[in-house]
């Protein structure tokens, strides 16, 4: 009996964020910290609906893809697609990197060495890709990958970057969800039930992540007027 009163007490643990040992509440946080992560979650979940009605209302932003030879620090863009607001396409292109390209990634995306033979190098087209997002707004899911491959891309060929705002929809994405964990962008297309495919290529993801975004913040701007 006195067994199985303390089997259903909380644990002692070492809270993951302060350290200290407390009583623990939901994902190894002690109450102070837990308390904390649930208004910080609160005021992302605002953040990014505010975002989402913003890119619906007012469509000057870019969206940006880029795929590329693999992660690591001497990977390389192979290919980078940048659409606007209304899904126009304002650019696409291969791009031949100055390596091979790794079976792994070709699994992925379907880019082959043979594809790039003919293809502009980085350092050809940055020039113009430069120009067309410098100091736009630019949407891009899982952010971070692009722009460390833009960057260590043109590192490589020595060329200069430039000033644009990077957003990160896959971020925006799980701040409106309260999600503990990001999800693909395919994923987040089958969760709001938007009927498009991204094919892993450059405009397509671009596409899918534009429909997204306008779909969210449809609905988010619809939801307000209703109130
Ligand atoms: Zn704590």
Redesign the pocket.
């Known amino acids: 009996m006195k067994q199985n009163q303390t089997q259903n007490e909380p644990k002692i643990q070492r809270?993951k964020?302060?350290k200290?040992r407390?009583r623990m509440e939901e994902v190894n946080?002690?109450p102070?910290?837990y308390e904390k992560k649930c208004k910080e979650m609160e005021k992302e979940f605002e953040q990014s609906k505010q975002l989402f009605r913003k890119w619906y209302l007012k469509r000057d932003w870019l969206v940006l893809d880029t795929e590329s030879t693999g992660g690591g620090r001497e990977d390389e863009i192979i290919e980078i697609g940048i659409t606007d607001a209304t899904g126009t396409i304002l650019f696409e292109s291969l791009v031949k990197p100055s390596q091979p390209i790794p079976k792994r990634t070709t699994d992925i995306h379907g880019i082959t060495d043979e594809m790039v033979q003919d293809a502009p190098a980085w350092s050809e087209i940055w020039p113009e890709v430069g120009s067309i997002i410098q100091g736009k707004t630019v949407l891009m899911y899982a952010s971070d990958a692009d722009i460390m491959m833009i960057r260590r891309t043109c590192k490589k060929y020595q060329l200069p970057l430039i000033s644009y705002d990077p957003r990160c929809v896959m971020k925006m994405y799980k701040q409106l969800h309260r999600d503990e964990r990001f999800v693909s962008l395919t994923r987040a297309l089958g969760q709001k039930e938007i009927e498009y495919t991204p094919s892993h290529r450059a405009t397509s993801d671009c596409e899918g992540l534009r429909l997204l975004v306008l779909s969210i913040g449809g609905q988010l701007v619809e939801e307000e007027a209703q109130v």
């Open positions: 809270c964020r302060c200290k407390a946080l002690c102070i910290c």
